[in-house]
């Protein structure tokens, strides 16, 4: 397996993330402009020039890692824990960081509670609608369990 690294996408690599997904989605490009306005932390796991995954650690009195996503013949190497790895070090400062994980995700859950989350007893049920890799939309009402884990801060 080739290292992975997870850094901050920069203005020079956004264009070449959001070539990888549908236009419709513009997932790459609204992210970055939120993490230019000081709203997000927008981090991209990289294999030499590929982008392998993202995250999105918005910035809150908890921060909160968001949209956790690693490509799919990417899964199961450590991505999604480099990925995490990075959000608890950008969030350093902070006492807890948050991640939201769908009741239907049970690996999720699973790599989290590995990683040293719990659950704080918070869900929430939500719509929401979003563009497949093939570019078809799709809405899905899902309820997430909310997990933290206690930082240095």
Same mark, same amino acid.
């Given at each position: 397996?080739?290292?992975v =690294?997870v850094?901050?996408?920069?203005?020079?690599?956004?264009?070449?993330?959001?070539?990888?997904? *549908?236009?419709? &989605?513009n997932?790459?490009?609204?992210?970055?402009?939120?993490?230019?306005?000081?709203?997000?932390?927008?981090?991209?796991?990289?294999?030499?020039p590929? *982008? !392998?995954?993202?995250? /999105? @650690? /918005?910035?809150? *009195?908890? *921060?909160? @890692?968001?949209? @956790?996503?690693?490509?799919?013949?990417?899964?199961?190497?450590g991505?999604? =824990?480099?990925i995490?790895?990075a959000?608890?070090? /950008?969030a350093?400062?902070?006492?807890?960081?948050?991640?939201? !994980?769908? /009741?239907?995700?049970s690996?999720?859950r699973?790599?989290?509670?590995?990683?040293?989350?719990?659950?704080?007893?918070?869900?929430?049920?939500?719509?929401y609608?979003? !563009?497949?890799?093939?570019?078809s &939309?799709?809405?899905?009402?899902e309820t997430?369990?909310?997990l933290e &884990?206690? @930082?240095?801060?």
């Amino acid at each position: 397996m080739s290292t992975v =690294s997870v850094r901050r996408c920069t203005a020079r690599e956004v264009a070449q993330i959001a070539a990888g997904e *549908p236009e419709e &989605k513009n997932y790459a490009r609204r992210t970055f402009t939120r993490q230019s306005a000081g709203e997000c932390a927008y981090l991209v796991a990289w294999i030499g020039p590929e *982008p !392998v995954g993202s995250g /999105e @650690l /918005e910035w809150a *009195p908890v *921060p909160e @890692l968001k949209n @956790l996503q690693v490509a799919a013949a990417h899964r199961r190497h450590g991505i999604g =824990s480099a990925i995490v790895a990075a959000a608890e070090a /950008e969030a350093a400062s902070f006492t807890r960081i948050w991640i939201g !994980v769908s /009741e239907d995700n049970s690996g999720a859950r699973r790599l989290y509670e590995r990683l040293g989350y719990t659950p704080t007893g918070r869900t929430e049920t939500y719509s929401y609608t979003y !563009v497949a890799a093939d570019g078809s &939309k799709h809405t899905l009402t899902e309820t997430a369990e909310y997990l933290e &884990k206690r @930082l240095g801060g």
